[in-house]
């Protein structure tokens, strides 16, 4: 209604819009829920945008474009750290140029919920990230804590340990604390975990990929918090043909 973003009115990004959108479908989800009282259309809408039926590929594909754009693009601008400029403009704060960081986390469920096909269908995962990245990818194998952390460039050399416990969050904060920090991490999981309130510091955009049953992943995808940029669903057997 206010048209496209001006200097004004500059608006949100993609990653908060879409983060707005969710957490608004969820409001209106919850509604329909309880007091059912919500239109029709608006209840199909909120449902599309919670549980969209899009390939998991595509998904992925487009979070690792978006990543990796950010991490190959230019230099922007950032008031995080004074300009060297300073000095000669006393009156006024000046932006430094910075990069953005980069390039891919992936966050791999080792807990004892996770079945053996779940974890081949991780490492199937773990393999196309690295191939549609084209780079070293950083994989941390997490139950309750994480035991592996390492930057491959073959799936084939991914070390998968734990067995114990499942929280996702421990991957998440270690993921943060990479250097260079990621612009994108992937966390493949069954979804039985506590998730963080907020999204831990240090990372970029996050998405979780539930690998289960359709049964399952309706029994975990509404814990997924609203901080996640985006959330896929594949079956292991899916997961493995796709590989």
């Given at each position: 209604e206010l048209g496209p973003p001006t200097q004004a009115l500059p608006g949100v990004g993609e990653v908060e819009g879409d983060l707005l959108g969710r957490e608004t479908a969820r409001e209106v989800s919850r509604a329909a829920k309880q007091a059912g009282n919500v239109p029709a259309g608006?209840?199909?809408?909120?449902?599309?945008?919670?549980?969209?039926?899009?390939?998991?590929?595509?998904?992925?594909?487009?979070?690792?474009?978006?990543?990796?754009?950010?991490?190959?693009?230019?230099?922007?601008?950032?008031?995080?750290?004074?300009?060297?400029?300073?000095?000669?403009?006393?009156?006024?704060?000046m932006p430094a140029l910075r990069r953005p960081d980069?390039?891919?986390?992936?966050?791999?469920?080792?807990?004892?919920?996770?079945?053996?096909?779940?974890?081949?269908?991780?490492?199937?995962?773990?393999k196309g990230v690295i191939e549609a990245s084209g780079r070293e990818v950083a994989v941390l194998a997490c139950d309750a804590a994480v035991h592996v952390c390492e930057t491959v460039t073959d799936a084939r050399r991914v070390r998968l340990s734990g067995g114990g416990?499942?929280?996702?969050?421990?991957?998440?904060?270690?993921?943060?604390?990479?250097?260079?920090?990621p612009a994108l991490t992937v966390v493949l999981t069954d979804g039985y975990t506590p998730w963080p309130e907020r999204k831990p510091a240090g990372l970029g955009a996050v998405m979780v990929v539930l690998i289960g049953t359709e049964e399952t992943n309706a029994h975990v995808r509404g814990d997924v918090p609203p901080w996640v940029w985006r959330t896929a669903e594949i079956a292991p057997a899916a997961a493995q043909e796709a590989a």
């Open positions: 608006i209840a199909r809408w909120a449902e599309a945008v919670l549980n969209p039926q899009v390939p998991w590929q595509q998904v992925l594909a487009q979070a690792l474009r978006r990543a990796l754009g950010e991490v190959s693009g230019t230099v922007d601008f950032s008031y995080r750290r004074p300009s060297r400029r300073q000095a000669a403009f006393p009156n006024a704060i980069g390039p891919v986390a992936v966050v791999v469920d080792t807990s004892g919920s996770m079945a053996d096909a779940d974890l081949s269908a991780a490492l199937a995962e773990v416990g499942t929280d996702m969050g421990a991957g998440l904060e270690a993921a943060g604390r990479l250097r260079p920090r």
